[in-house]
């Protein structure tokens, strides 16, 4: 039997920069294939539909009153920094040292791992999230971990073991050709299997010897879809510190691009002190930048200049948690506003919210599977409840445009209004009822 689900009310799918909005729509999803069938209007849709199927069994939600959205998409996030998010005082270097490694060190158990990554996948659902990049340890059993969790629940997700090989404690660190062997398992057992895909991922250019960021680059060579994610540019000691260890090279991003690092499966998370021939690079090479602004703002990083690097390359929007304050897209998304209004900028609704939808998808050459609601793309989407809380309904109650009430969303909204979230058209997270 045919089991379809219809969805009844307003939709956006995030097509370029202006979203389409349906007021009174209708998706149309194949709950067993788990791809969109159609959208549209609802009156419209669900008649062709039934016209085209033979009155078709279908299934009928009906959201009313809710807004439709393409599940977000988080393009840099550390998983087990879930545990010591929001650790006080210190910039990016201490902040490494003194909490991260320390939190990182207790992925060797395999138990923790999963448990964690369990945890951190559920809070991403409840957070409107269905697909990211993601940063694991350098252990190896903490991306088997992912990977297992991820399976089970069938989100779309990126990650890899941690490379690091010097400045880091000694038993974070795995030597050059035994972290690549590492990678190259995992790439073994996970790289395209169900929704699952790996990233090489040399965590920075300080914690890596020039060895070990070479075999990643002729391991990223060697492949034509494997992902490689890695820090750039984040803070002003961390500049000092690369310039010190690689004395001959034009700077930071040089360091990357002559390890064979850079391309268009490469993520740079920050990005935020480059110089304009750098930018030129990152055009060259189809280098996308992430941009990170609650954590940019917690260690005190810098400002990213947004209208710059998109005027060289591609640029998503990123969570960084640990380092950054919040997993919801939502908020990143007004402190991304809040870090352009200190430089004189602007980041619109339709511009932010079709960054961490389709905007975010093509950043990570993953638009032809998600990022809106195109027929044959994977149904993951969340179901918005614009009026969430008193605060919420009466600011909206008061807005005359659908840019102004979007607006409100992105700067008011969090978790709390994620009513459900939906992963290749399986419900996976509803919102416990309140009241
Ligand atoms: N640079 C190297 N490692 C990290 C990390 O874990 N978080 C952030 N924000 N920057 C980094
Ligand atoms: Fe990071």
Same mark, same amino acid.
């Given at each position: 039997?045919?089991?379809?689900?219809?969805?009844?009310?307003?939709?956006?799918?995030?097509?370029?920069?202006?979203?389409?909005?349906?007021?009174?729509?209708?998706?149309?999803?194949?709950?067993?294939?788990?791809?969109?069938?159609?959208?549209?209007?609802?009156?419209?849709?669900?008649?062709?539909?039934?016209?085209?199927?033979?009155?078709?069994?279908?299934?009928?939600?009906?959201?009313?009153?809710?807004?439709?959205?393409?599940?977000?998409?988080?393009?840099?996030?550390?998983?087990?920094?879930?545990?010591?998010?929001?650790?006080?005082?210190?910039?990016?270097?201490?902040?490494?040292?003194?909490?991260?490694f320390v939190t990182e060190a207790n992925f060797a158990d395999p138990k923790i791992a999963h448990d964690?990554?369990?945890?951190?996948?559920?809070?991403?659902?409840?957070?409107?999230?269905?697909?990211?990049?993601?940063?694991?340890?350098?252990?190896?059993?903490?991306?088997?971990?992912?990977?297992?969790?991820?399976?089970?629940?069938?989100?779309?997700?990126?990650?890899?073991?941690?490379?690091?090989?010097?400045?880091?404690?000694?038993?974070?660190?795995?030597?050059?050709?035994?972290?690549?062997?590492?990678?190259?398992?995992?790439?073994?057992?996970?790289?395209?299997?169900?929704?699952?895909?790996?990233?090489?991922?040399?965590?920075?250019?300080?914690?890596?010897?020039?060895?070990?960021?070479?075999?990643?680059?002729?391991?990223?060579?060697?492949?034509?879809?494997?992902?490689?994610?890695?820090?750039?540019?984040?803070?002003?000691?961390?500049?000092?510190?690369?310039?010190?260890?690689?004395?001959?090279? =034009?700077?930071?991003?040089?360091?990357?691009?002559?390890?064979?690092l850079l391309g268009r499966y490469t993520t740079l998370a920050h990005g935020i002190y480059l110089e304009?021939?750098?930018?030129?690079?990152?055009?060259?090479?189809?280098?996308?930048?992430?941009?990170?602004?609650?954590?940019?703002?917690?260690?005190?990083?810098?400002?990213?200049?947004?209208?710059?690097?998109?005027?060289?390359?591609?640029?998503?929007?990123?969570?960084?948690?640990?380092?950054?304050?919040?997993?919801?897209?939502?908020?990143?998304?007004?402190?991304?506003?809040?870090?352009?209004?200190?430089?004189?900028?602007?980041?619109?609704?339709?511009?932010?919210?079709?960054?961490?939808?389709?905007?975010?998808?093509?950043?990570?050459?993953?638009?032809? =599977?998600?990022?809106?609601?195109?027929?044959?793309?994977?149904?993951?989407?969340?179901?918005?409840?614009?009026?969430?809380?008193?605060?919420?309904?009466?600011?909206?109650?008061?807005?005359?445009?659908?840019?102004?009430?979007?607006?409100?969303?992105?700067?008011?909204?969090?978790?709390?209004?994620?009513?459900?979230?939906?992963?290749?058209?399986?419900?996976?997270? =509803? =919102?416990?009822?309140?009241?």
């Amino acid at each position: 039997t045919i089991d379809k689900n219809i969805t009844l009310l307003p939709v956006i799918a995030g097509v370029n920069v202006y979203p389409e909005y349906i007021a009174d729509g209708a998706l149309i999803v194949d709950d067993v294939a788990g791809c969109i069938i159609d959208y549209g209007s609802s009156e419209t849709i669900l008649a062709n539909y039934a016209e085209a199927n033979n009155q078709a069994p279908v299934k009928i939600h009906d959201y009313r009153n809710k807004l439709i959205m393409p599940g977000f998409i988080d393009t840099h996030v550390h998983y087990p920094q879930i545990d010591m998010i929001a650790a006080y005082g210190e910039q990016l270097l201490d902040w490494l040292n003194n909490y991260t490694f320390v939190t990182e060190a207790n992925f060797a158990d395999p138990k923790i791992a999963h448990d964690t990554a369990q945890f951190f996948l559920n809070q991403l659902m409840a957070n409107g999230t269905t697909s990211a990049m993601v940063f694991c340890t350098s252990h190896p059993q903490s991306a088997e971990a992912f990977f297992t969790e991820s399976h089970r629940l069938n989100t779309r997700m990126i990650t890899g073991n941690v490379l690091m090989d010097k400045n880091a404690p000694e038993h974070l660190c795995v030597p050059a050709e035994q972290s690549i062997q590492d990678t190259q398992n995992i790439i073994n057992n996970w790289h395209g299997r169900g929704r699952q895909h790996v990233a090489i991922t040399p965590r920075f250019a300080i914690t890596s010897t020039p060895k070990q960021l070479q075999l990643a680059g002729e391991l990223y060579a060697s492949y034509d879809n494997v992902y490689l994610q890695t820090h750039l540019a984040e803070n002003r000691d961390e500049m000092a510190f690369v310039r010190k260890l690689y004395p001959k090279h =034009k700077g930071y991003l040089d360091v990357y691009e002559d390890m064979g690092l850079l391309g268009r499966y490469t993520t740079l998370a920050h990005g935020i002190y480059l110089e304009t021939a750098e930018y030129e690079r990152l055009r060259a090479t189809g280098t996308q930048i992430a941009h990170c602004p609650t954590s940019n703002l917690f260690l005190g990083s810098g400002l990213f200049d947004l209208p710059k690097t998109l005027s060289y390359t591609s640029v998503s929007i990123a969570t960084d948690v640990g380092a950054g304050t919040s997993l919801s897209m939502l908020v990143t998304l007004s402190e991304a506003y809040k870090v352009q209004q200190l430089q004189n900028n602007q980041l619109s609704a339709h511009q932010g919210l079709y960054q961490i939808t389709l905007g975010n998808a093509q950043s990570l050459m993953l638009d032809d =599977k998600i990022g809106n609601f195109m027929p044959n793309k994977e149904a993951d989407f969340v179901v918005i409840d614009m009026a969430a809380t008193p605060l919420l309904e009466r600011r909206i109650a008061q807005t005359k445009t659908l840019e102004e009430r979007l607006f409100v969303l992105m700067m008011l909204g969090d978790d709390r209004v994620i009513d459900e979230t939906v992963i290749a058209g399986v419900s996976r997270y =509803k =919102k416990v009822a309140t009241a």
